[in-house]
């Protein structure tokens, strides 16, 4: 079982790696962010909710966040593992992962932080193009080609979010500090965090990440415990 929880600030590069890691592993790629956006997209009564904290770089409030990843953690994709992307993003959140993880008999066996400098964050989110489709990201390494999405067969429009706005963005890198970092020190007092330096480019730092991850799968699988 692989139970990943990728931690950095916005813009340090987890949708992208995620999404790496998921072909490679086979495992789900759990997004909050695109959970809300699809909730959107769909008109929900959650997307509503969401909408107005999402519009203004704010969290959205723990218990609803909380349920809506309860509810995809418990589909029968995550038997082998998952990867979440943007969640936990608060202690409270953190706990009631825990609890739940407990009740659905995972754990969680790695906590990579991407690490990336501020000044940097702001740079790669100012050239952030999103495919509306797919949900494929072009970056800073990657320029939007002009006549949409290239990723596989996809062909969507490319979009830039509206939280990647320059206010916005401040404002999401101040909350990110603000109720997000804490959780550095919450899972490196429970052994599981390993620290990436996220500004390599993005075949370097999935590199980096796949080892990591391989390494703690070996040393937390029952066959490598009973030698
Ligand atoms: P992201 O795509 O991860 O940058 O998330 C976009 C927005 O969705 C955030 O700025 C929040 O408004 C909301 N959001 C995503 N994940 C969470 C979370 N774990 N807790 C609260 N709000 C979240």
Redesign the pocket.
């Known amino acids: 079982m692989y139970g990943i929880v990728l931690l950095g600030a916005?813009g340090a590069g987890?949708?992208t790696q995620a999404v790496l890691l998921s072909k490679r592993l086979n495992i789900p790629h759990i997004?909050?962010?695109?959970?809300?956006?699809e909730n959107l997209r769909n008109q929900t009564p959650l997307g509503e909710l969401?909408r107005q904290?999402?519009e203004?770089?704010?969290?959205?409030?723990?218990e609803?966040?909380i349920a809506m990843?309860r509810e995809r953690l418990s589909r029968p994709d995550c038997a082998n593992g998952f990867i979440l992307?943007?969640?936990?993003?608060?202690i409270a959140?953190a706990d009631a992962l825990e609890v739940l993880l407990k009740e659905l008999g995972k754990s969680i066996t790695l906590v990579p932080w991407i690490r990336v400098r501020e000044r940097m964050l702001m740079e790669r989110l100012s050239h952030r193009w999103t495919c509306r489709d797919c949900g494929a990201v072009f970056s800073y390494e990657s320029l939007p080609p002009r006549e949409g999405c290239k990723k596989e067969v996809c062909t969507g429009e490319l979009y830039r979010?509206e939280?990647d706005n320059p206010e916005?963005q401040a404002k999401?890198i101040q909350?990110y500090n603000e109720q997000t970092a804490p959780l550095i020190d919450y899972y490196r007092a429970r052994g599981l965090l390993v620290e990436i330096n996220g500004e390599h480019t993005i075949e370097y730092v999935h590199r980096l990440l796949l080892q990591l991850v391989l390494n703690a799968h070996t040393i937390h699988s029952p066959a490598s415990s009973a030698v």
Request: glycine content about 12%.
């Open positions: 916005p987890k949708g997004s909050s962010g695109d959970l809300f956006r969401a904290y999402m203004r770089g704010e969290l959205v409030p723990d609803v966040t990843v992307d943007g969640f936990p993003r608060t959140q979010r939280d916005v999401r909350v």
